[in-house]
C-alpha cells in the first residue's frame, strides 16, 4: 500500500527557516518517480489550499504566490523523498502541512487547486510560525 510520511515540522520564529520531508513508500505498482507531488497546508478554521509542486515529468515546480520566493519544492526520486525548503517563514504560514502525490497529466497553477488529482496523503505535520 503507498504511503507518504511528512516530518520536519516544528515551532520556529518568524524569519525563521524549516525543511519538511515527503517519504514514501509501498510504490510497487508505479514508481513513486511517475508522481506528481504536491505540498498542502490547512491552518485552523480555514480550508486547505496548495502550496507547492512538483511535477513528475520533468521536475517543473509551481508555488502559490504567497511563498514564490521564500519556499522551495525538490525531489530525490533516488530516496522517495520530496521535501520543502521553507524561508523567512511568517505567522500566517502557521498550518499542518500535507504532502500528496498522484498520476496525472494536469499542468500549472491548476494542480494547486484540484485536490482530486492526488489520491495518496499523508498525515500531515505541524508548522507553527511564532510571531
Known amino acids: 500500500q503507498p504511503q507518504l510520511v511528512e516530518s520536519g515540522g516544528g515551532l520556529v520564529q518568524s524569519g525563521g527557516s524549516l525543511r519538511l520531508q515527503c517519504v514514501s513508500s509501498?510504490?510497487?505498482?508505479?514508481?513513486?518517480?511517475?508522481?506528481?507531488v504536491g505540498w498542502f497546508r490547512q491552518a485552523p478554521g480555514k480550508e486547505r489550499e496548495g502550496v507547492s509542486i512538483?511535477?513528475?515529468?520533468?521536475?517543473?515546480?509551481v508555488h502559490r504566490d504567497s511563498v514564490k520566493g521564500r519556499f522551495t519544492i525538490s525531489r530525490d526520486n533516488a530516496k522517495n523523498t520530496v521535501y520543502l525548503q521553507m524561508n523567512n517563514l511568517k505567522p500566517e504560514d502557521t498550518a499542518v502541512y500535507y504532502c500528496?502525490?498522484?498520476?496525472?497529466?494536469?499542468?500549472?497553477?491548476?494542480?494547486?487547486?484540484?485536490?482530486?488529482?492526488?489520491?495518496?496523503w499523508g498525515q500531515g505535520t505541524q508548522v507553527t510560525v511564532s510571531s
Open positions: 500528496a502525490a498522484g498520476i496525472t497529466y494536469a499542468r500549472g497553477t491548476s494542480l494547486l487547486y484540484y485536490f482530486n488529482e492526488y489520491d495518496i
Open positions: 509501498g510504490f510497487t505498482l508505479n514508481p513513486f518517480s511517475r508522481y506528481t
Open positions: 512538483i511535477h513528475s515529468s520533468d521536475g517543473t515546480t
